[in-house]
């Protein structure tokens, strides 16, 4: 999806000193940072709870122009969900030294987001099962120069962790691109016994020829692939596939093992919030650990 953002027209924006502004606000803009765009749903479930109040405040943000905003496709024209992002002015006020997201990016951005948020299903908003998420902006170097996940992902429940590296497919890749994006994973998942690879894809035909394309390249046997859909209806208990021949299925949950990989911060919590507000900063190093 390639859409045109809108800004707020630098005369008519509203004076908010962002040094002021709320921790929720705050957290948002630099949550917005990390990870390109979002939609009101999206911020609402991670970062301000209700729905209204979402709204309420990404106008307020928008009117400062402080974020741009556009219309997310395949949505009623009267009834649209926007996708927010960080406006250059956004960007000068935090000095984040970034540009806005690519506006060509939007889709595959908004579906990263939703896997992450679909893998965080929890009642209980301050112990949920993500314990870290690295967007695909801080997943460099991560498993070495030649794969970039699009986002990195540590899972914990009462069954133990796994560490999870997301590929987020949208089904316009050809076989070349996807066949080496596949292969490059062998050599530091051999060595991550904790970590598995999820490639999210948007139907069942294209979960079929993503293991075809799989099928003899020798990945090992932590390599999955799910739509969108089965992760969106089932999180923790989502079948996955696996990309190996001879593998079996297994769910989400089966897949984590002790020990525990807790953080004090994990994401959604109060204690996540306050900690993007104040700039970032986890140091996940131990729960990343092979």
């Not at 741009?68 to 009834?79: C, D, G, S, Y």
Request: glycine letters at 8%; proline letters at 7%; aromatic letters at 4%.
């Amino acid at each position: 999806m390639s859409a045109a953002f809108r800004k707020v027209e630098s005369g008519r924006a509203i004076d908010i000193d962002i040094d002021r502004v709320c921790i929720l606000d705050r957290a948002c803009l630099r949550l917005l940072v990390r990870c390109g765009v979002g939609t009101c749903i999206q911020l609402a479930r991670l970062v301000y709870g209700g729905l209204h109040e979402t709204q309420r405040r990404l106008l307020r943000l928008y009117r400062a122009g402080l974020l741009e905003r556009t219309t997310v496709a395949h949505t009623p024209l009267r009834k649209g969900e926007y996708a927010y992002r960080v406006s250059e002015t956004g960007h000068q006020r935090l000095v984040t030294r970034l540009t806005p997201a690519p506006p060509s990016y939007v889709r595959h951005m908004l579906d990263a987001v939703d896997a992450v948020i679909a893998l965080n299903r929890s009642d209980d908003r301050e112990h949920p099962p993500v314990q870290l998420w690295l967007p695909d902006g801080m997943t460099g170097d991560r498993l070495g120069h030649f794969v970039r996940p699009d986002s990195i992902v540590v899972l914990t429940t009462d069954a133990g962790s796994a560490v999870l590296a997301l590929e987020i497919d949208e089904g316009t890749e050809h076989r070349r691109p996807i066949r080496a994006k596949l292969a490059a994973y062998r050599r530091p998942l051999a060595a991550r016994p904790a970590w598995h690879l999820i490639v999210v894809v948007p139907t069942l035909i294209r979960a079929d020829w993503m293991i075809r394309q799989a099928a003899s390249l020798e990945l090992g046997p932590r390599v999955w692939v799910v739509t969108r859909a089965d992760l969106a209806r089932d999180s923790l208990d989502t079948v996955l596939r696996p990309l190996a021949p001879g593998s079996s299925p297994a769910t989400v949950r089966s897949l984590l093992r002790p020990p525990q990989r807790l953080m004090t911060a994990p994401v959604g919590s109060r204690a996540w919030l306050e900690l993007l507000a104040a700039g970032g900063g986890e140091t996940g190093d131990g729960v990343l650990a092979p």
